[in-house]
């Protein structure tokens, strides 16, 4: 990994003993979303017809999770 310290030197980063922790937390959080949206998926496309959401964004282009996303 290059030295983000010199790439952008008029930012502040976490030290570095912290970033696992962060990691972590960030990677604990991306996957209880991801969990929840597989789970409430029925629910949420419900929501959206309700709201008129689901008519005013279908029509976007659907993609596919990433490999290695654990779903």
Avoid: C, H
Wanted: charged share 30%; net charge positive.
């Amino acid at each position: 990994m290059p030295d983000l310290t010199k790439i952008y030197p008029r930012v502040a980063f976490k030290p570095k003993p912290e970033w696992d922790a962060g990691n972590k937390a960030l990677n604990e959080g991306m996957t209880k979303l991801l969990m929840t949206l597989k789970n409430e998926k029925a629910s949420i496309k419900q929501q959206r017809i309700e709201r008129g959401m689901e008519t005013k964004f279908s029509k976007l282009p659907s993609k596919d999770l990433p490999k290695g996303s654990g779903l």
